[in-house]
């Protein structure tokens, strides 16, 4: 899926200073309030310090991941925010043989359900792990971050950045980077020298600035190539019969999921005359 | 349910294979409507810590559809930490108590009673407890003089840092007309 | 707060000491982070690293109990190093009075002390008066008896050294902070000291909130933008319920409830309304008689007269500590028959929290009012008693969540919002306004009824909140403000304002002791006028850009932002900042501008009218030497009631004033780590409000205790491992939780491990866990009795099981 007549300056992004995060994890359940997701079963920590749940999964888009660890002598408490980075090429898009991701001019990678047909893909191609599936249930599909299209389409905020009291800035993409650079700029002994996002993955709508060096806080290194240009390559490889499969399903579930729709259709219909 | 979980997870093509059976996935589409619009929103102020974070209350049809941080209050800015943020399932919470309950003395279970009956007793042992510990007068222990006390000492009165001010009023007034001395509450800890 | 909490973006520096915004009010680092954006510094002295640490720019670690100690320190660095902001500290604290000659210290011991009572003669520390009744003052501060050199004497020995072997703070650590902090002396610049409960709950807990106000006088951080002493409050309305005096020693407004021996109105009028015979000083509280009449007359209406004492005699009176701890002991006793719990629960909420289980079990009857089931309700089914045995009566009604029900709370800032109901309550659930209000009415029909003891309290009592199923909000909150009895001409300076019988009373200079007003709540005067309720007030408008937002809500007192706000512009009313000026006066519109001033007097070199800017007390000056604290007119560091090690300061140990309980033990081989207790971000309190909500139960889902990594490597302790704490009153168990965070402290040159822990579990609820307070002590402040729930010794050892 190409997205090249995106322009990525006006695209809205996310600008996370994680030197001004406090690890409240407000955000972590307004995602899951404003998205009505379930509270995951968890048994004390999953990690270093507060951390829980124990990874992003169906049931949870973001999550604040805690550093808690000494360095030189003296205390490290770091904490940043994991979600889709709402990547300006997506891998999961290029990679998916339904489309059933697209980035959006608005910035967001969305998805959609009734087109997929469940080959995972998206979560085989994503860099950064986000894509999860609903493996609890039986007829699963696949769920990640949907960067609060909704409310971004209707001039709000997404839910983690309007709760946030301090870490997260959201605007265009230009202005993200701007605001950032400023901060490297004016408190250069406050950041690592590192704007993450802004050339990861061919570039992201997620950006981050740490006061650690970004593999101690447990970024990924990631290819500043755009993935896609990777995945057609790394799927050249992948055995034939998963690409035919996937090819033939994407037929076979568009006709599926049509047939589903005229039922839903028809059902909501006799479910309002029955109304009246 | 046909297929165990470990069989349904093995592949693309398995997962495919239950669509083609007919079974109906749980749809799922990033759309661009927004899931509050047009619903009536009342604003309120956080209940837990003091802070005083504006929030606002979207509800259909009697019931909280969603909670979020007001951004036009000065003090939050439509921030939440996670217990604001959580708002929502206070109002939304098969815990919540929606009787009243009883339990006798020795019992070993709560029973569910009307307001009505509950209220008459809990007044009654109120002033049955007044009217048997209310000391109208008192010897003070070092100058041995008497003194009018007009105080209830057979019952303590407690709480009110999650009542709203006009609620703690009528407590505090209620009690002191009682004649409870032993007023007290979460400040005091 | 004196100030509030958009204010903190005003600061130069500020020092969180004895409480952990990051965690347990998270928004508020919104507005810390902009100071810190304009160049700020955040301080924490914590004995954790907290997430508050992560995010200062200087972090100390302190021993818990320690605080005296660390600020006493500061204070004498402050002294010693010239740092203070000296025309504040001559011209408005008492630093110039003179003090009797009675007046001694001597090794941790003021003087007076009656050993057989554990009290002081507090008439010892009074002022030396002058001419005309006056205390004596030298401008100088030169005087040897000033209390400007008792104060310089009394800290002298709070040396660095000596200091940092009291606290186990790093001396470089503990320069850096004081450096930083003092900094704030200069007329210029703002510091903001921020305290919660590491402050108070301690057994010398108002002398530590004490010498957190000197250090504040001394430096002239008090009344400006970006100053303050600020208690960052823990409950959405605690500032509220202590407004409205829901404490045994008060009624609402901070007025006193009535002591056995203020036989009348008089009488109490008397004990309680300070005089002053100096015409500068405002003495706010010589209005009492007002407040007091006022309060009576919206109790007893037309029943409350002239002739019959305004009904003053059915006020309970009191004779001695009707406290918190004291309650829990005499129903362990045996000696009550009923509570009411309104939101509260003693089954976690108190110390020593298996006695306060085991005294619930005395009750003849009980009744909560929760939204939740919580450990007090469901006490007699708690896991190890048979409910069979237990023979308490309770009654468990269901009350609406702040969503369901409409009425007003105070944040800590004392902005009091209202708030409206978004839906009906849930099931057969009820308000508590409706609750009480059934209370009194069905209480008050049965002594109408059948008569009892001293019916007329309660039959006599006003009680008009109109004909519906809810009684009407606005109803309570109008006569919380208050309103005419009759019609009044006031004459105010130059304007005559006609007030007919039922206006409400504009604001509380207009309360009269007479009966013409009546008036609940004497500080909310002003919150609902004729123009309606100001405590629903929207308006984002910010005039001054310091945020105070004068149009938004409502705050107490007369919608002042920032209190002690005189003490912000210098004697001729000109800001000692011009940068960020509260209020300046405007010699040609003989006016103030800015914030509501605290007082509409002009400045105080004024020489008719000007008045003192502290105006809640009789001398007009901020104390640095205090006359009515239990333990001292200067703070002074004791050692926590359970303690690692002797005091190094005096042969002192324990506050004098504190009556020790029998089951604590500094029995260092049976006991030697220090417990302390918190609360975390994703819980609340006693933590039914949040250990129901699957959503937070997700974060925090077990009870936990935090250690460090040398405890746990001594004890052989991993992360995640079952651990049991146990103390002279009782053990728990909880999953340890391993960090670098924790560190041992330095006591002396010996090595004391901490045990930290929250004390939000209980077996009620979503997530149960062991409660923390099981092990704290029931030993309380001097003068405040909260318990000492911050400093305790207890043990700690991999898996076990409870005793």
Known sequence: ?276 | MGISRRQFLQGGALAAGAVLAGKPGEASVDTPDLRTRGLKSTTTICPFCSVGCGIIVHTRDGKVVNTEGDPQHPINQGSLCPKGSALFQIANNERRLQKVMYRAPGSDRFEEKSWDWALDRIAQRMKETRDRSFKAKETNKKDKKEYVVNRTDGMAFFGGAGLDNEECYLWSKFARAMGIGQLEHQARL | ?803
């Open chain 1, 1 to 276: 899926m190409s997205s090249s007549t995106i322009d990525y300056t006006t695209t809205r992004a996310f600008l996370i200073d994680t030197t001004k995060c406090t690890g409240c994890r407000g955000c972590q359940v307004a995602c899951k309030q404003w998205n009505q997701l379930e509270a995951e079963k968890t048994s004390f920590f999953s990690g270093e310090g507060y951390q829980n749940p124990p990874a992003m999964s169906e049931h949870t888009f973001t999550r604040v991941k805690f550093k808690d660890y000494e360095k030189n002598g003296q205390h490290e408490f770091a904490f940043y925010k994991e979600m889709c980075m709402h990547c300006n090429d997506p891998a999961c898009a290029s990679v998916c043989p339904v489309g059933a991701f697209r980035k959006t001019a608005e910035g967001p990678v969305v998805y959609d359900g009734t087109r997929c047909i469940g080959c995972r893909f998206c979560m085989m191609a994503c860099p950064f792990g986000v894509p999860k599936y609903e493996w609890s249930k039986a007829f699963p599909l696949v769920k990640k971050c949907t960067g609060c299209y909704s409310r971004v389409k209707n001039g709000l905020h997404p839910a983690c950045a309007t709760a946030c009291p301090t870490a997260i800035t959201y605007g265009t993409r230009a202005e993200m980077l701007e605001e950032a650079e400023k901060r490297l700029r004016n408190r250069p002994k406050r950041y690592f020298k590192t704007i993450y996002g802004k050339e990861e993955a061919g570039g992201t709508s997620v950006l981050y600035l740490t006061q650690q060096p970004l593999d101690e806080l447990g970024f990924k290194p990631v290819t500043k190539r755009p993935l896609p240009s990777y995945t057609w390559q790394a799927l050249r490889f992948v055995p034939g019969v998963f690409l035919t499969v996937g090819g033939t399903l994407s037929a076979v579930s568009w006709f599926q999921h049509r047939k589903e729709r005229i039922r839903r259709e028809e059902k909501e219909q006799k479910v309002e005359k029955e109304m009246k």
């Open chain 3, 1 to 803: 707060m004196t100030n509030h909490w958009i204010d903190l973006k005003n600061s130069d520096a500020i020092l969180a000491i004895g409480c952990n915004p990051a965690e347990n009010h998270p928004i508020s680092f919104k507005w810390i982070e902009q100071a810190l954006d304009n160049g700020g510094k955040l301080i924490a002295v914590d004995p954790r690293f907290t997430r508050t640490a992560s995010k200062a720019d200087i972090y100390a670690q302190i021993r818990p109990g320690t605080d005296i100690a660390f600020l006493g320190g500061m204070i004498n660095y402050a002294l010693q190093n010239r740092l203070i902001h000296e025309e504040y500290v001559r011209e408005y604290t008492n630093a110039s009075f003179i003090v009797n000659e009675q007046y001694d210290f001597e090794d941790g011991m003021f003087c007076s002390f009656d050993d057989q009572e554990k009290t002081y003669d507090l008439k010892s520390w009074a002022y030396a008066n002058g001419p005309g009744d006056q205390p004596r003052r030298d401008p100088s501060m030169k005087d040897p008896r000033s209390v400007f050199q008792l104060l310089k004497k009394h800290f002298s020995r709070y040396d660095v050294d000596t200091v940092c072997a009291i606290t186990g703070t790093r001396k470089e650590d503990y320069l850096a902070v004081a450096k930083a902090f003092c900094a704030t002396g200069r007329p210029d610049k703002a510091g903001t000291i921020l305290y919660a409960m590491g402050i108070t709950q301690s057994t010398h807990g108002t002398q530590n909130v004490r010498a957190v106000a000197l250090l504040q006088m001394l430096l002239g951080n008090i009344g400006i933008a970006g100053g303050g002493v600020n208690a960052l409050r823990g409950e959405s309305n605690v500032q509220g319920s202590s407004d409205y005096g829901l404490l045994f020693h008060l009624l609402p407004g901070y007025l006193k409830s009535p002591e056995f021996d203020n036989v009348d109105l008089k009488g109490y009028n008397e004990k309680w309304t300070p005089k002053t015979r100096d015409p500068k000083s405002a003495n706010w509280w010589g209005n009492t008689p007002k407040y007091i009449t006022s309060m009576l007359k919206a109790w007893y209406g037309d029943h409350a007269t002239k002739e019959n004492d305004f009904c003053y005699s059915y006020l309970p009176k009191r004779s001695g500590n009707y406290s918190y701890s004291k309650i829990i002991e005499r129903m362990g006793k045996g000696e009550l028959e009923g509570l009411v719990c309104m939101g509260m629960n003693p089954a976690v909420g108190g110390p020593d929290s298996l006695k306060a289980r085991e005294a619930l079990g005395k009750l003849q009857w009980l009744v909560t009012v929760d939204l939740w089931e919580t450990e007090t309700s469901i006490f007699w089914k708690r896991p190890g008693v048979n409910a069979r045995d237990i023979q308490t009566e309770v009654f468990m009604l269901p009350a609406a969540s702040s969503v369901e029900k409409e009425g007003s709370i105070s944040n800590s800032g004392r902005w009091t919002q209202w708030r409206y109901a978004a839906i009906h309550p849930v099931g057969d659930a009820r308000s508590d306004l409706h609750i009480i209000d059934e209370f009194c009415k069905r209480v008050k029909a049965l002594y109408a009824k059948d008569g009892g003891a001293f019916p007329e309290p309660i039959t006599r009592l006003s009680w008009n909140y109109g004909d519906g199923h809810e009684p009407d909000v606005n109803l309570v909150a109008r006569e919380i403000n208050g309103y005419f009895t009759k019609e009044m001409t006031i004459t105010d300076k130059d304007k005559v304002l006609e007030f007919k019988k039922g206006d409400q009373v504009p604001m509380f200079k207009y309360l009269q002791d007479d009966g013409s007003t009546a008036g609940g709540c004497w500080i909310y005067c002003g919150s609902y006028t004729n123009d309606g309720n100001q405590m629903a007030r929207r308006d984002a408008s910010d005039p001054t850009g310091l945020g105070l937002f004068p149009k938004w809500s409502w705050c107490w007192p007369v919608n002042r932002r920032i209190i002690y706000n005189r003490a912000s512009v210098n004697p001729a009313g000109e800001p000692f900042n011009p940068k960020r000026p509260v209020i300046a006066w405007d010699g040609l519109e003989k006016k103030w501008k800015g914030d509501v001033p605290d007082g509409p007097w002009p400045p105080m070199n004024d020489a008719k009218e000007g008045k003192y800017p502290f105006i809640m007390l009789p001398e007009g000056h901020g104390r640095l030497y205090a006359l009515d604290m239990k333990d001292g007119p200067f703070p002074e560091h004791y050692e926590p009631v359970e303690s690692p090690t002797r005091n190094l300061l005096s042969r002192t140990q324990n506050n004098p004033v504190v009556k020790l309980p029998a089951n604590v033990s500094s029995d260092l081989a049976k006991y030697p780590c220090i417990g302390t207790t918190y609360r975390v971000t994703e819980h609340w309190q006693a933590g039914a409000m949040t250990r129901s909500l699957p959503w937070l139960v997700e974060l925090v889902p077990d009870m936990f205790v935090e250690i460090s990594e040398t405890l746990a490597r001594q004890k052989g302790i991993a992360n995640g491992d079952q651990v049991k704490v146990s103390t002279e009153r009782g053990s728990i168990q909880a999953k340890a939780l391993v960090t670098s965070r924790l560190k041992p402290f330095n006591v002396g040159g010996k090595m004391i491990e901490q045990v930290g822990m929250p004390w939000h579990f209980g077996y009620a609820g979503l997530a149960t866990g062991d409660s923390g307070n099981v092990l704290t002590p029931t030993v309380g402040c001097a003068n405040t009795s909260i318990p000492e729930f911050k400093a305790f010794l207890c043990s700690i050892d991999k898996g076990g099981k409870r005793a």
